[in-house]
């Protein structure tokens, strides 16, 4: 499989989930502005600034780092926003596979992919349904016999 | 089949928590009755005993086993029953557990494991007697005989010395000090307080004499008073290693290791009589420890990590207790030729020497900045800020010199389908061998200071029940990659055109990889 790169709705999900997140310190913000105090200027001005951080930077640079592909040997996952990362999961060590949806990537139509292997797991997000049952009978594919995958 | 009844004591534990009724009770009673009160309900404390024992009953009672060359079958459950089966193939160690105090039973503990379950127990723990759990041994190493093709045979018995040294390499003294200490006050409980006072207070001044005859002792050596509270700090981690070193050497004495075919066996131990059966193939990775000390001296200890060894504090990891290089090598090769080291293929650069020693640079500056700050502020406490200053800047300039050794050891090779890392974890330096099957994940990770010059960390987490990471710094990019096959057509590099604030921190790192350039051009001319 060559590389591919996740739907580019996780992008929208991801800052709509930082949007939810974010009503609770606006809601602190906007209660005890009457009684304005510095404590809360500061804090205010920080929430806000790691608020734009992440939905400027963060998530745009994450969903650009983010790709997966399978080789002969194993499953790759490049991420990582500070870091850049290489995930190979050699696919005789994956165990199973989940695929896991939020209401939010209900609405938009995505899911994640969840890798479980013995001693770790790794995580895709942002597929598309189709994308993620082709990944998953990849990984974990099924014998005509229903027995194990020979070494 | 049962098992032995003496798992209704060892099931009694899961049930414990119904005594929360009668503590409960007599909480209510207390508050709103009195003795009289509690007296007449305590009819429900009986019930509740009686019905502790009936449970743990009915669970032995509903446990049942049966083993034959296919694999163990067994139930287990009073109301919600589970019938489960594991297969031969599929049992990693089979391990067979005699403490002392059952010999007199002829009562032995079963750990059966596999794979899958709970990291931190076994899958299948069974209380049998020794002619039942040898049956079970010998039906197991039978069925594996079978599928075995006939190859490797051996068998190594480490001296007496080897096994001294590994005990008193591998002993803690914060463990020690736990049993002493748990020791004197459950004595205490037992045997009067007074036993435990009498005890406390020949610490006392035992640490007083030491503090005043140091000293002396020592002819002036040492020539800083001793404070009393430092003398028994002290003598508390002595006394505390030399019991862990004890409880080790108990642990590991009479340590055998035999290999035939596919199958390792493992036995020892004078307190806890230990045999482990177990499949090379299951072997996560083969650990060659050294600290800082047996490194200078060249010495060797060769360890094994594998599904259901290491579960218990007392199991027997060693294979090679304490060997010199030569010899380690040469029994590694008999035990298990197919975990042989190779020499390092990729390794750190010459600068990465500030990346292995940052982590104890800190401690190992600060610690004698703020010692010498503590005598400026505080002059009266002088003698045991000296004191302990030193005694906490030793571990720190310790894990330096680890750090040290590290930078000059560390690195990766790979010898058919088998890796070689070498890397280092606090005090202890490794050197791990593991297949490329065993391989969980492998994490290559690239820090935005290690761009410019294409380096990365490894991490590779084996498969194991729990997570193991291996954690190798700064080596070549592309290197990696290729080494451990997670090559396809992308690489940070080629990511795609690179956002507005990316390609103001890549002309950035331009600029000082130029200027750098130029430096070093200045200097050779």
Redesign the interface.
């Given at each position: 499989m060559t590389l591919q790169k996740p739907d580019l709705h996780v992008l929208t999900v991801w800052r709509l989930r930082l949007l939810l997140v974010a009503i609770l310190p606006s809601f602190l913000s906007a209660y005890f502005a009457p009684h304005i105090g510095l404590v809360w200027w500061v804090f205010t001005a920080a929430w806000i600034f790691a608020f734009l951080g992440f939905y400027i930077f963060y998530y745009p640079i994450k969903y650009r780092k983010l790709a997966y592909s399978v080789n002969e040997k194993c499953l790759l996952i490049h991420c990582g926003v500070i870091y850049t990362r290489v995930k190979a999961i050699p696919l005789t060590s994956v165990q199973y596979v989940s695929i896991a949806t939020t209401p939010l990537q209900r609405l938009f139509g995505i899911c994640s992919l969840i890798v479980f292997t013995a001693g770790s797991n790794a995580y895709i997000p942002g597929l598309a349904p189709d994308k993620a049952d082709e990944l998953r009978d990849l990984l974990t594919p099924v014998l005509p016999d229903g027995g194990e995958e020979p070494a | 089949m049962r098992t032995h009844p003496i798992s209704i004591a060892a099931f009694l534990y899961r049930f414990l928590f119904l005594l929360l009724i009668p503590v409960g009770r007599g909480f209510i009673t207390a508050l709103t009755g009195g003795l009289l009160a509690w007296l007449r309900g305590a009819w429900i404390d009986l019930i509740v005993v009686a019905v502790i024992l009936a449970l743990a009953y009915a669970k032995w009672d509903q446990f049942k086993y049966h083993m034959d060359s296919s694999g163990i079958y067994f139930t287990i459950g009073i109301f919600f029953k589970r019938n489960s089966f594991i297969p031969m193939q599929k049992i990693s160690t089979f391990s067979i557990l005699r403490p002392f105090w059952f010999k007199p039973f002829h009562l032995v503990k079963v750990r059966i494991d596999t794979?899958?379950g709970d990291p931190g127990k076994a899958d299948l723990s069974l209380y049998l007697r020794a002619d039942e759990a040898g049956r079970l041994m010998r039906l197991h190493g039978a069925a594996h005989e079978q599928q075995a093709s006939p190859g490797i045979s051996a068998e190594y018995r480490p001296p007496v010395l080897g096994v001294v040294f590994l005990s008193l390499f591998t002993s803690n003294s914060f463990l020690g000090i736990v049993f002493v200490a748990t020791f004197i006050s459950q004595a205490g409980q037992i045997l009067g307080e007074q036993l435990s006072e009498l005890l406390f207070a020949t610490f006392q001044e035992l640490a007083r004499q030491i503090a005043i005859s140091l000293p002396l002792l020592t002819a002036g050596f040492l020539a800083i008073r001793l404070p009393p509270i430092a003398a028994g700090v002290a003598i508390a981690l002595l006394g505390g290693w030399l019991v862990a070193f004890l409880l080790n050497l108990l642990q590991t004495k009479n340590l055998r290791v035999q290999r035939k075919n596919d199958r390792l066996r493992i036995s020892g131990g004078i307190l806890v009589e230990k045999d482990y059966s177990l499949r090379t193939g299951d072997i996560s990775f083969v650990d060659i420890r050294q600290s800082l000390v047996t490194r200078t001296l060249r010495l060797y200890s060769v360890f094994v990590n594998a599904i259901g060894i290491g579960k218990d504090k007392s199991d027997i990891a060693a294979i090679i207790p304490f060997s010199t290089k030569s010899r380690a090598m040469r029994q590694l090769g008999l035990l298990l030729p197919e975990y042989c080291s190779t020499p390092r293929q990729l390794r750190p650069n010459g600068g990465a020497i500030f990346k292995f020693i940052i982590d104890p640079l800190w401690p190992c500056l600060l610690i004698p900045a703020a010692t010498f700050l503590g005598i400026w502020l505080l002059p009266n406490w002088a003698e045991i800020l000296r004191f302990a200053g030193f005694m906490l800047s030793l571990p720190a300039f310790w894990f330096l010199g680890v750090r040290l050794m590290d930078f000059f050891s560390s690195g990766v090779s790979r010898s058919g389908k088998h890796y070689t890392l070498r890397y280092s974890n606090l005090y202890y330096l490794h050197t791990v061998v593991f297949s490329?099957?065993k391989?969980?994940?492998?994490?290559?990770?690239?820090?935005?200071l290690q761009?410019g010059d294409n380096k990365c960390d490894l991490v590779v987490?084996?498969?194991?029940?729990?997570?193991?990471r291996h954690h190798i710094r700064n080596i070549g990019w592309d290197e990696t990659?290729a080494l451990?096959?997670?090559?396809?057509?992308?690489a940070?590099a080629d990511?795609?055109i690179p956002?507005w604030?990316?390609r103001i921190f890549q002309r950035a790192l331009a600029v000082w990889n130029r200027r750098t350039a130029g430096r070093k051009d200045g200097s050779k001319r």
């Amino acid at each position: 499989m060559t590389l591919q790169k996740p739907d580019l709705h996780v992008l929208t999900v991801w800052r709509l989930r930082l949007l939810l997140v974010a009503i609770l310190p606006s809601f602190l913000s906007a209660y005890f502005a009457p009684h304005i105090g510095l404590v809360w200027w500061v804090f205010t001005a920080a929430w806000i600034f790691a608020f734009l951080g992440f939905y400027i930077f963060y998530y745009p640079i994450k969903y650009r780092k983010l790709a997966y592909s399978v080789n002969e040997k194993c499953l790759l996952i490049h991420c990582g926003v500070i870091y850049t990362r290489v995930k190979a999961i050699p696919l005789t060590s994956v165990q199973y596979v989940s695929i896991a949806t939020t209401p939010l990537q209900r609405l938009f139509g995505i899911c994640s992919l969840i890798v479980f292997t013995a001693g770790s797991n790794a995580y895709i997000p942002g597929l598309a349904p189709d994308k993620a049952d082709e990944l998953r009978d990849l990984l974990t594919p099924v014998l005509p016999d229903g027995g194990e995958e020979p070494a | 089949m049962r098992t032995h009844p003496i798992s209704i004591a060892a099931f009694l534990y899961r049930f414990l928590f119904l005594l929360l009724i009668p503590v409960g009770r007599g909480f209510i009673t207390a508050l709103t009755g009195g003795l009289l009160a509690w007296l007449r309900g305590a009819w429900i404390d009986l019930i509740v005993v009686a019905v502790i024992l009936a449970l743990a009953y009915a669970k032995w009672d509903q446990f049942k086993y049966h083993m034959d060359s296919s694999g163990i079958y067994f139930t287990i459950g009073i109301f919600f029953k589970r019938n489960s089966f594991i297969p031969m193939q599929k049992i990693s160690t089979f391990s067979i557990l005699r403490p002392f105090w059952f010999k007199p039973f002829h009562l032995v503990k079963v750990r059966i494991d596999t794979i899958a379950g709970d990291p931190g127990k076994a899958d299948l723990s069974l209380y049998l007697r020794a002619d039942e759990a040898g049956r079970l041994m010998r039906l197991h190493g039978a069925a594996h005989e079978q599928q075995a093709s006939p190859g490797i045979s051996a068998e190594y018995r480490p001296p007496v010395l080897g096994v001294v040294f590994l005990s008193l390499f591998t002993s803690n003294s914060f463990l020690g000090i736990v049993f002493v200490a748990t020791f004197i006050s459950q004595a205490g409980q037992i045997l009067g307080e007074q036993l435990s006072e009498l005890l406390f207070a020949t610490f006392q001044e035992l640490a007083r004499q030491i503090a005043i005859s140091l000293p002396l002792l020592t002819a002036g050596f040492l020539a800083i008073r001793l404070p009393p509270i430092a003398a028994g700090v002290a003598i508390a981690l002595l006394g505390g290693w030399l019991v862990a070193f004890l409880l080790n050497l108990l642990q590991t004495k009479n340590l055998r290791v035999q290999r035939k075919n596919d199958r390792l066996r493992i036995s020892g131990g004078i307190l806890v009589e230990k045999d482990y059966s177990l499949r090379t193939g299951d072997i996560s990775f083969v650990d060659i420890r050294q600290s800082l000390v047996t490194r200078t001296l060249r010495l060797y200890s060769v360890f094994v990590n594998a599904i259901g060894i290491g579960k218990d504090k007392s199991d027997i990891a060693a294979i090679i207790p304490f060997s010199t290089k030569s010899r380690a090598m040469r029994q590694l090769g008999l035990l298990l030729p197919e975990y042989c080291s190779t020499p390092r293929q990729l390794r750190p650069n010459g600068g990465a020497i500030f990346k292995f020693i940052i982590d104890p640079l800190w401690p190992c500056l600060l610690i004698p900045a703020a010692t010498f700050l503590g005598i400026w502020l505080l002059p009266n406490w002088a003698e045991i800020l000296r004191f302990a200053g030193f005694m906490l800047s030793l571990p720190a300039f310790w894990f330096l010199g680890v750090r040290l050794m590290d930078f000059f050891s560390s690195g990766v090779s790979r010898s058919g389908k088998h890796y070689t890392l070498r890397y280092s974890n606090l005090y202890y330096l490794h050197t791990v061998v593991f297949s490329y099957d065993k391989i969980a994940l492998v994490n290559i990770r690239q820090s935005i200071l290690q761009r410019g010059d294409n380096k990365c960390d490894l991490v590779v987490s084996t498969r194991a029940e729990g997570r193991m990471r291996h954690h190798i710094r700064n080596i070549g990019w592309d290197e990696t990659v290729a080494l451990f096959e997670a090559q396809d057509a992308w690489a940070p590099a080629d990511a795609g055109i690179p956002n507005w604030y990316e390609r103001i921190f890549q002309r950035a790192l331009a600029v000082w990889n130029r200027r750098t350039a130029g430096r070093k051009d200045g200097s050779k001319r």
